[in-house]
Structures are given as C-alpha cells and as structure tokens.
C-alpha cells in the first residue's frame, strides 16, 4: 500500500466519522437554537358536561419526572436503545414540559366552562386535580416512524378525599422525523388527554 493510498483511506474514514458524529449531535434538528412550545390550541374542547358537574376546579401545577422540569427535548430511538434518553442538539422547548402541560391543561379545561384556579387561590369546597406525567417523549420505531407520547395520571380530590384517579395515555404519529415534528406530535397528544380529562371530569361523582 502507498502512501497516496494511505492518506485517501485516512481522509475517508475522518470524513465518515464527522458523519455520524453530525447524526448524532443535530441530525434530528431542523434548526440551530430553535425553541418550540404547543403553539395556538387549533380547536376548543367540546363542551363535555365537566362545567356542570365540577363548576369550578383548582389545577396544581404539573408533576413529573426531572427530565420533564428542564427545556431541553429529548428523544428514543426504540430500535436501537429504547433505555436511553437522548437530548436535541439545537433544539428546546420554550419552558420546561411540566410548566407546558400546566398552562395547556388548565387553557383546555377552562374552554368547557370550568372556573380553573391555581393552588394559591384555593378556598374550602372546591375540587383539586393533581397531575403527575410519566411519559413525555419523542419516540422512534425506526429512522423515518416516529410518534409522540403522553401518560399522566390525573387524581380528583375534595378536600382530603380521593374521588377518583385515572391514567389518561395519548400517541400521535409524527409528521416529521426531527424536533418540530415531535413537538407537534406532543403538542396534538397534550390537546388529546386534555379532551380526555374533560369528559372525565363530566362524569366525576363528588361527595355532597
């Protein structure tokens, strides 16, 4: 082998490493520094009856894993290594994914009627929902399917009593292999569990 040979091969295995390294840094971002959030709600929330049954609801603040409470976007490669978490390189959300949630939900819940109140304005009488998310990921079956997933547990309290608790599961196709793609699988996920809820609460029985 000369010496020509000897430096074209080096070029070539430099160049297909800086290759994957691309890949794995930002290959799934569509741009530099790009922040996402759920964006306008596209439709209200039918009107479910939830008004009716829970005039008025106070919404604790979304909890969930620690992953949740940061801006950063992560992502599954389910057919690789569904165990590892991996960050967007270039790419976050505008606030954390349990702040998100917080605002979306009590945006949705509010459209069916609902007096939605924080936690500070709580006053004897009035039902509490907790919300706590286990999944809230963009996750990929392969290198071109992808969906968007969200699990939460949502708990209705009346005062020191459990009335009911369900766990509420959405997944959306995304439309893009890469971040704003996820975003907007997650973002039609939230809108999803949130009609859920909604129907939930309409048939919700609180004690007198």
Same mark, same amino acid.
């Given at each position: 082998m000369?010496?020509? !040979?000897?430096?074209?091969?080096?070029?070539?295995l430099?160049?297909?490493?800086?290759?994957?390294?691309?890949?794995?840094?930002?290959?799934?971002?569509?741009?530099?520094?790009?922040?996402?959030?759920?964006?306008?709600?596209?439709?209200?929330?039918?009107?479910?009856?939830?008004?009716?049954?829970?005039?008025?609801?106070?919404?604790?603040?979304?909890?969930?894993?620690?992953?949740?409470?940061?801006?950063?976007?992560?992502?599954?490669?389910?057919?690789?290594?569904?165990?590892?978490?991996?960050?967007?390189?270039?790419?976050?959300?505008?606030?954390?994914?349990l702040?998100?949630?917080?605002?979306?939900?009590?945006?949705?819940?509010?459209?069916?009627?609902?007096?939605?109140l924080?936690?500070?304005?709580?006053?004897?009488?009035i039902?509490?929902?907790?919300?706590?998310?286990?999944?809230? !990921?963009?996750?990929?079956?392969?290198?071109?399917?992808?969906?968007?997933?969200?699990?939460?547990?949502?708990?209705?309290?009346?005062?020191?009593?459990?009335?009911?608790?369900?766990?509420?599961?959405?997944?959306?196709?995304?439309?893009?292999?890469?971040?704003?793609?996820?975003?907007?699988?997650?973002?039609?996920a939230?809108?999803?569990?949130?009609?859920?809820?909604?129907?939930?609460?309409?048939?919700?029985?609180?004690?007198?």
């Amino acid at each position: 082998m000369n010496q020509t !040979t000897t430096r074209l091969m080096m070029a070539a295995l430099v160049a297909g490493a800086a290759l994957l390294a691309g890949c794995a840094s930002g290959g799934k971002s569509p741009a530099n520094n790009a922040l996402y959030d759920f964006g306008p709600a596209a439709n209200p929330v039918a009107a479910s009856g939830a008004a009716q049954t829970v005039p008025a609801v106070v919404v604790t603040d979304v909890t969930g894993n620690p992953a949740f409470d940061t801006e950063r976007m992560f992502y599954r490669l389910n057919y690789a290594d569904a165990l590892q978490a991996r960050p967007y390189a270039n790419s976050r959300w505008s606030a954390t994914p349990l702040q998100l949630l917080t605002q979306r939900f009590k945006s949705r819940l509010a459209q069916t009627g609902m007096k939605v109140l924080s936690a500070t304005d709580a006053s004897a009488g009035i039902p509490l929902l907790r919300i706590d998310v286990d999944d809230f !990921t963009h996750s990929f079956d392969s290198t071109t399917a992808s969906y968007g997933q969200l699990v939460l547990r949502a708990s209705l309290f009346q005062g020191h009593t459990l009335v009911d608790q369900r766990t509420f599961s959405r997944r959306v196709s995304a439309s893009s292999a890469d971040a704003g793609g996820g975003a907007r699988a997650l973002a039609q996920a939230t809108d999803a569990v949130a009609a859920d809820m909604a129907a939930w609460l309409a048939s919700a029985r609180l004690p007198k």
